[in-house]
C-alpha cells in the first residue's frame, strides 16, 4: 500500500548525522592567543621601539654634529700644530693604495659605513675587544673630532660624520684628508712628516714596502713605531702586503719581493715623543 504525500505537508528536514559537536564562540568572546605568538608580538614591539629611539639618537647626534665644512681648516691645525703639512694624495700613489687594502677595503664602494663591519665594531665595543670595522671616513671624524666621538654615543656620531663626509667630500680628498691629520707615531703627524721622518723621501716618492709599513702603523702608532719596535712594524708590513695581493694591487710574487727588500729607516730621527 502507498501512502501520498500532500503537497501542503512541509518537508521534514533530515536529521543531522552524529558525530562531534563543533565547539562555537559566543559573540564577543576574545580569541584566546598562545603564548608563543605574545612573546613574538612583544619581541616585534621591542625591535620597533629601539628602531624608533635609535633613529631619534641618530637625528639628535646628526643635529648636533660638528660641521664638516670646517674639516680642511682642522688638518691644517692638527698639522701646524705638530710642524707638518697636509698633502693631497692620489688615489694611485702607493700610500693611498696600502691604507685603502688594509684598513677599508670597500672604500671605494661604500658611503662612508659598511653595514657588516659596522655591526662587528660595535660588536668588538661592548666585548672590549678591537675588531676593526671603521671605514676611512669613521676613522677621519676620530681623528679630526675626538672630543665627541669617544664612547658608546660618540661611536654613534662616528657613523653621521662618516655619511656627511662621503656627501660633501670627494673619496680623494677623504683619504687625503685622514692621511695628512693621521699620527703615525714617533711624534709624526700627517704622512707628510712620517714619509720624510721615517724615510726621508717624500710619500709619492715611498716604494711599496715603505708604503706598507706606513699604512700599518696607524692601526696602533705607539705599539708598531718601527723605530721602537721594528720586528712588530715589519710583521703588520707583511700583513698590508698580503692585503695588496688580496686587493690585487700586487703579485704575490711582487709582494715577496718587497718583503724582502731592505727599507731604509732614516736612524738619525727627531727626540722620541
Excluded at 639618537?57 to 648636533?64: E, H, I, L, Q, R
Excluded at 702607493?94 to 653595514?115: C, H, K, M, P, W
Excluded at 658608546?152 to 662618516?162: D, M, Y
Aim: proline share 7%; aromatic share 8%.
Amino acid at each position: 500500500m502507498s501512502v501520498l504525500t500532500s503537497p501542503d505537508t512541509p518537508a521534514v528536514a533530515p536529521e543531522a548525522p552524529l558525530g562531534p559537536t563543533l565547539h562555537t564562540q559566543e559573540p564577543g568572546e576574545p580569541d584566546p592567543v598562545p603564548a608563543r605568538h605574545r612573546g613574538i608580538r612583544w619581541a616585534a614591539r621591542l625591535v620597533l621601539l629601539c628602531l624608533i629611539g635609535g633613529a631619534i639618537a641618530f637625528a639628535a647626534n646628526v643635529a648636533t654634529d660638528p660641521s664638516i665644512g670646517g674639516a680642511p681648516a682642522v688638518v691644517k691645525a692638527i698639522d701646524r700644530a705638530h710642524g707638518s703639512s697636509a698633502v693631497m694624495i692620489a688615489p694611485s700613489d702607493r700610500i693611498a693604495q696600502a691604507l685603502v687594502a688594509s684598513e677599508d677595503a670597500t672604500f671605494y664602494s661604500n658611503n662612508g659605513v659598511d653595514g657588516v663591519a659596522l655591526v662587528r665594531a660595535f660588536y668588538g665595543f661592548f666585548t672590549g675587544q678591537d675588531l676593526g670595522g671603521s671605514t676611512i671616513e669613521m676613522q677621519l671624524a676620530h681623528v679630526l673630532y675626538p672630543a665627541v666621538t669617544d664612547g658608546f654615543w660618540g661611536r654613534v656620531r662616528r657613523v653621521s660624520l662618516a655619511l656627511e663626509f662621503d656627501t660633501h667630500y670627494t673619496k680623494a680628498a677623504i683619504l687625503s684628508m685622514y692621511l695628512s691629520a693621521v699620527y703615525f707615531g714617533h711624534g709624526y703627524y700627517g704622512i707628510q712628516a712620517a714619509s720624510r721622518g721615517y724615510f726621508g723621501v717624500a710619500p709619492d716618492q715611498l716604494t711599496w714596502a715603505q708604503a706598507a709599513l706606513l699604512a700599518g702603523v696607524v692601526q696602533a702608532p705607539t705599539a708598531l713605531d718601527p723605530l721602537r719596535h721594528l720586528a712588530a712594524s715589519t710583521a703588520r708590513m707583511t700583513y698590508v702586503l698580503e692585503r695588496l695581493v688580496g686587493d690585487g694591487g700586487l703579485t704575490a710574487t711582487q709582494a715577496a719581493h718587497w718583503e724582502a727588500s731592505p727599507l731604509r729607516l732614516v736612524s738619525s730621527s727627531p727626540a722620541l715623543s
